[in-house]
């Protein structure tokens, strides 16, 4: 039944009328009666007889004779909710899109179509057979002809890695590789993947792509019509909308096409014979599911690597401590460049913050652009080459302080922090949206306001006066660029929103790194080193492209990022990871809610022996969190208590939610 209830995550038996023998298959969505409501589920499986001793009901209804949810996928769910203490009503929320009645009928590519509505499938009373419905599926699907003397796949730009024409050719053999990839600057990511899906395909096979956004989407599109040709693979995105979204799934679950790509809605999408799963740049955060269970898309993928004994390929310019992990216990291969073919691809990187700098420019370590960074951009618009410069927040003045004591401005409503949306803008609090027009400093009284964090707006108008006469472009959350002609210009941008440039930019600027490298969270440096690199990915090869981070030269993800070595940081975060005990190296847990909620869930949970509570600390909205950590080994059992225990408050009906939650990307 498709009620997520922790205490009702179970199948439930059901007669199948006679009338509904036919179309009620296992994969259907049915209506089935349950505590005197009628409820939506999905029918797993058929069975002569049942083993329940008491009285059955019958299904109410089968929704639409369209097998959907495939045998699986419905595995995949159930194995996804026990990893994340979930339900697995919630994870076929996720793993199946709602149904589009209109879509179902449109006919299919051998001229037949869906039979009539699920209302013209209500069962009058009959002689029933007995059934178990619940959340799995099965169906007949198409297999994809393979054609026996089809050239091997051209290794293209996979030379310039020396395990690359090795893993095409594992590929076309129907052989299942696993590998954790690093790719060159300026690399073109979407042809390696698609090269990689071509070579699946070629061995008979499909495959399933999963990349953080829609212009990533865009691009892999592109590329794979470009090696597959069109028809060959559908785009699944809940940016979509509902039919079109519908209709790709359906195309994927028919068997139609091989090969689905997309964004994160694509993780649990069905797909014939996978031989693949690859997923680009799987530490943006937008690979996490904000929806409960919140899984996230590498570790479903990799679910689904380990049941159907598929190829999984995890890529990036930048490397997570979580494939980092792959590597060192032998689960996966690393495929990356040799050291001469690095030097020659990346373009000259240079801190502001090292000592030799700071000899030459004393006002380096204070200045927001340094003069380095200054004589960088000036040479490259001299050159007639765009200028790349990111900055870490949108918005004008996103953060404003007293302009006489620092203190930070607050409004006087909620305490949120007040910003400044433009020059002759009003402060105004982005919490609660409230104008502070009058505001007065609480400390001193001072009513002048000086920036405390400069958005992306702000420097773009700095800039534009820095260099007058040059085209100055914006790129972030109301307006993302894809690409930009190649002629002088400067590009401001925010973190994942970077367009492409033409021929590539002269120049990248990392400014404002301390507001990437000082947050409050596990993955701080990693997660800046990553954004680096995807912004200084986008420069020329040296001497014609140079970089500049606005930072101390000794930090570990500054060192990374001048060597170009992924590798070592992600090597360097695990070790330190394993030593303190956090993820990946040990699986832990967050419970979040009122006190007396998360209190009565950890006191109905029955813990590992070795689990470790740790907390609380301060959550959102006045709620706190505390935390569980067990050793990978016991990672089962954690969630098994936890989502037992949440069982236990849904049956008796208590009130104050909690969120359960494993391995979130935050744990503070």
């Known amino acids: 039944m498709d009620v997520g209830l922790a205490h009702l995550d179970r199948p439930f038996d059901y007669l199948v009328p006679a009338e509904l023998d036919e179309v009620a298959v296992p994969g259907t969505r049915v209506k089935v009666r349950f505590a005197g409501q009628l409820v939506d589920g999905w029918l797993l499986s058929r069975a002569d007889d049942s083993g329940h001793t008491g009285r059955l009901a019958y299904l109410e209804k089968v929704v639409s004779p369209e097998p959907v949810l495939a045998p699986e996928i419905a595995r995949l769910a159930r194995a996804v909710a026990d990893r994340y203490a979930g ?29 009539p509505d699920a209302d013209t499938l209500d069962p009058p009373a009959a002689e029933p057979s007995t059934a178990r419905p619940g959340h799995t599926a099965s169906a007949t699907v ?41 790719a060159l600057p300026g690399e073109d990511w979407a042809a390696r993947y698609a090269d990689a899906v071509a070579a699946t395909v070629a061995g008979g096979r499909g495959a399933v792509v999963v ?48 090969v689905v790509i ?21 530490g943006d955060d937008l690979h996490s599911e904000p929806r409960s269970p919140y ?30 992990l792959l590597l060192e216990t032998g689960w996966a291969r690393e495929v990356v460049a040799d050291r001469a073919t690095v030097r020659a691809r990346i373009p000259a990187i240079a801190p502001t913050g090292d000592d030799p700098q700071l000899a030459r420019d004393p006002g380096a370590a204070t200045a927001r652009l340094p003069s380095l960074a200054w004589t960088a ?19 004008y003045l996103p953060s404003i302080s007293c302009a006489e004591c620092r203190t930070p401005a607050r409004c006087e409503h909620c305490s949120g922090p007040l910003a400044l949306p433009s020059a002759g803008g009003t402060p105004a609090c982005r919490w609660c949206a409230r104008v502070a027009a009058a505001y007065a400093c609480p400390q001193c009284g001072g009513r002048r306001l000086r920036a405390a964090v400069t958005g992306a707006r702000r420097t773009a108008e700095e800039l534009g006066r820095a260099f007058p006469g040059v085209p100055v472009r914006t790129s972030g959350r109301e307006e993302v660029l894809t690409d930009v002609p190649g002629g002088a210009a400067l590009v401001v941008t925010t973190p994942g929103a970077e367009p492409v440039a033409a021929g590539g930019y002269g120049a990248v600027l990392l400014l404002d790194s301390w507001a990437l490298l000082t947050r409050a969270d596990l993955r701080a440096g990693e997660e800046a080193l990553r954004r680096w690199l995807a912004a200084a990915a986008l420069a020329r090869p040296a001497p014609a492209g140079r970089v500049v981070v606005v930072a101390d030269g000794a930090l570990a993800p500054v060192q990374a990022l001048l060597r170009w070595d992924a590798a070592w940081f992600a090597g360097r975060e695990l070790a330190e990871r394993r030593e303190l005990g956090f993820p990946p190296a040990v699986r832990m847990a967050s419970v979040t809610g009122a006190a007396e909620a998360v209190a009565d869930l950890l006191a109905a949970a029955r813990l590992p022996d070795d689990a470790e509570v740790l907390g609380p600390v301060p959550a959102e909205e006045g709620r706190e969190r505390m935390l569980v950590r067990v050793p990978r080994a016991r990672a089962a059992a954690l969630a098994e208590a936890l989502h037992s225990a ?7 009906k208590a009130a104050d939610p909690v969120r359960l939650q494993v391995d979130p990307l935050s744990l503070f």
Do not use: N
């Open 87 to 115: 339900s697995l009503a919630d994870v076929l929320r996720l793993a199946v899109p709602p149904r589009h009645a209109r879509v179902e009928k449109e006919p299919r590519d051998d001229g037949t179509s869906v039979p």
């Open 142 to 182: 198409r297999p994809e002809t393979v054609d026996p003397a089809a050239d091997p796949v051209d290794p293209r730009g996979w030379r310039d890695y020396p395990t690359g024409p090795a893993l095409l050719r594992a590929l076309t053999d129907g052989r299942a590789p696993r590998a954790v990839w690093s």
């Open 211 to 258: 990349v953080p956004d829609a212009r990533d989407l865009d691009r892999l599109d592109a590329a794979l019509t470009g090696v597959l040709g069109p028809g060959r693979h559908v785009c699944l995105s809940a940016a979509l909308g509902p039919a079109r979204r519908y209709r790709a799934f359906l195309a994927a679950r028919r068997g139609q096409v091989p």
């Open 262 to 282: 997309g964004t994160r809605a694509a993780m649990f999408a069905p797909v014939d014979r996978l031989g693949l799963v690859a997923i680009w740049d799987d």
């Open 295 to 324: 899984p996230h898309a590498r570790d479903v993928l990799l679910t689904r690597v380990q049941l159907a004994e598929a190829g999984a390929l995890v890529g990036g310019y930048a490397r997570t401590a979580e494939a980092q």
């Open 377 to 395: 951009a000036r040479d490259a618009l001299r050159q007639d080459l765009p200028v790349l410069v990111q900055v870490p927040r949108r918005g």
């Open 646 to 652: 949440a069982g236990v408050r849904a049956a008796r």
